[in-house]
C-alpha cells in the first residue's frame, strides 16, 4: 500500500506536457473589400470567374485571375462612389470603367467613380499602387493623396503614400506625369521617381531603377541601398506583423536584396540577415530587430 501512495504521488508531481501551437505566418494574398456608394460591405477574397450584383440590374465582373473589373454603360445609375480597401497581408488588382488597371498593395485604399464622366477621371488613393493609365486626352487621369495630385493622360506609373511613413514617392515607368502642389507643378520622365519629404515639404527628382519600386506587382520584393524601416515596413504589410527595434540607429541600415513575395517569413528575414550586422527574431507575429555588432 505504501508503494502504491509512492508512486501515484511521484507520478502526479511530473509536470504536464502541453503542445504549443506555433503560429505560422503565412505570405500575403489576393484579398480585399468593396465598399459600395451605399455603405455596402462586399468581401472580395477567393472570388474568380463569377459577377456580383450590386445594384440589383447591374452587376461588376471577376475574372479568372480574382481581379475586379467595370464595365457599365452611360446611364449607369450605381452608385458613383466606391471604396476598395486592401488589408495587411493583402493585393488586388481593379480595372476601372475607362479601361485603366491599378495593382493596389496591402494596407492601401482606393476611392473612385464607379463610372467616369465629365473632363476629368478623378481617383484617391492611400497606400501604394501601381497605375497602367488608358489614355483620354479629352480627360486627364488624376491620383488625389493627401499631399499633392498626380495628374497624367496615358502613363505607366508607382504611387507610394502610407500614413506612417515621412515621405511620399512616384516613380515614373513610361509616358508623362504633372504633379501639383500649392499651385506649383513638377513633371517627370520615363525613369525618374519624385520623393516628398512630408515633414519639409521638398521635393527630390532623380532617376532610378523602376523595377525596384514597381516589382511588388510582379510578386517580389527588390531593394537597392534602402533603409532597413523602409524595408520592414513593406514587409510587415505583406506579412500582417508587428516589427519592434532594439534601437533606432539599426533603422538606418542600408540593404540590397531580391526575392520571391511569396516565400516564407522566414526565407525573407534569412535573407536580410545576411547583413551581418543585424539579428532577427520572430515570436508570434511579432518581429525583433537588433544590432548584432
Not at 455603405?39 to 452587376?59: A, F, P, R, S, W
Not at 493622360?153 to 500614413?163: E, I, M
Request: glycine share 8%.
Amino acid at each position: 500500500v505504501g508503494g502504491l501512495i509512492y508512486w501515484q504521488m511521484a507520478g502526479s508531481s511530473q509536470p504536464e506536457t502541453k503542445q504549443v501551437a506555433v503560429a505560422r505566418i503565412e505570405q500575403g494574398g489576393t484579398r480585399a473589400v468593396l465598399i459600395t456608394g451605399t455603405g455596402k460591405h462586399v468581401v472580395l477574397q477567393g472570388l474568380k470567374d463569377t459577377c456580383l450584383n450590386i445594384t440589383g440590374m447591374e452587376t461588376l465582373n471577376i475574372g479568372e485571375d480574382g481581379s475586379l473589373k467595370y464595365s457599365l454603360s452611360a446611364l449607369s445609375s450605381m452608385p458613383e462612389w466606391h471604396t476598395l480597401r486592401i488589408p495587411k497581408g493583402g493585393e488586388y488588382k481593379i480595372v476601372l470603367d475607362d479601361g485603366t488597371e491599378i495593382w493596389l498593395n496591402s494596407a492601401s485604399e482606393l476611392k473612385y467613380p464607379a463610372h467616369f464622366v465629365g473632363n476629368e477621371r478623378r481617383v484617391q488613393l492611400t497606400g501604394e499602387a501601381y497605375f497602367q493609365v488608358a489614355r483620354n486626352e479629352a480627360a486627364p487621369f488624376i491620383v488625389e493623396t493627401r499631399d499633392m495630385d498626380v495628374k497624367v493622360l496615358g502613363t505607366s506609373f508607382n504611387v507610394r503614400d502610407y500614413q506612417d511613413e515621412n515621405f511620399l514617392e512616384t516613380t515614373l515607368v513610361n509616358g508623362k506625369v504633372a504633379f501639383e502642389r500649392g499651385g506649383n507643378y513638377s513633371y517627370l520622365k520615363p525613369g525618374e521617381q519624385l520623393r516628398l519629404n512630408k515633414e519639409d515639404g521638398k521635393t527630390t527628382v532623380e532617376t532610378v531603377d523602376v523595377l525596384l519600386y514597381c516589382s511588388w506587382k510582379d510578386g517580389r520584393f527588390a531593394f537597392e541601398k534602402q533603409r532597413l524601416e523602409e524595408i520592414m515596413n513593406t514587409i510587415a504589410r505583406w506579412y500582417n506583423i508587428n516589427v519592434f527595434y532594439e534601437s533606432s540607429s539599426v533603422k538606418d541600415i542600408l540593404f540590397t536584396g531580391n526575392i520571391k513575395r511569396y516565400s516564407d517569413l522566414e526565407q525573407v528575414v534569412n535573407m536580410l540577415k545576411l547583413i551581418n550586422k543585424i539579428d532577427i527574431e520572430i515570436k508570434d507575429r511579432n518581429v525583433f530587430v537588433r544590432n548584432n555588432e
